[in-house]
């Protein structure tokens, strides 16, 4: 089995920074793409960032600039640094995962739980 925990979200004032993490466990083989999505009150999911497990990254337009996402391998963990923040970045964050599974060697996609970020005065 695997799980994907995330930590991180809260509240933070427009202009401000806050960094999330996620760090994948159980029966892993390999983490492939890790990223992360998010979506707020009334919309669909959105895509954030993704990361390769070669370092190749891709930003939604609307975070490029003020979004940096990194990985570390060894930890199978993925986090975003978020920058300059706006009201209209409030969502639930998700992180994702493509990840083979030790067991049968399939790769499949995890989702963790989700954490609020809510940027307001």
């Known amino acids: 089995q695997v799980q994907l925990v995330e930590s991180g979200g809260g509240l933070v004032q427009p202009g401000g920074s806050l960094r999330l993490s996620c760090a994948a466990s159980?029966?892993?083989?390999?983490?492939?793409?890790m990223g992360w999505y998010r979506q707020a009150p009334g919309k669909q999911r959105e895509l954030v960032a993704t990361?390769?497990?070669?370092?190749?990254?891709n930003y939604a337009d609307s975070v490029k600039g003020r979004f940096t996402i990194s990985r570390d391998n060894d930890k199978k963990s993925v986090a975003p640094q978020m920058s300059s923040l706006k009201p209209e970045d409030t969502a639930v964050y998700y992180c994702?995962?493509?990840?083979?599974?030790?067991?049968?060697?399939?790769?499949?996609?995890?989702w963790g739980q989700g954490t609020q970020v809510t940027v307001s005065s």
């Open positions: 994702n995962a493509d990840i083979t599974n030790r067991n049968d060697y399939v790769r499949r996609d995890y």
């Open positions: 159980g029966s892993i083989f390999r983490t492939n793409t």
């Open positions: 990361i390769t497990r070669g370092g190749s990254t």
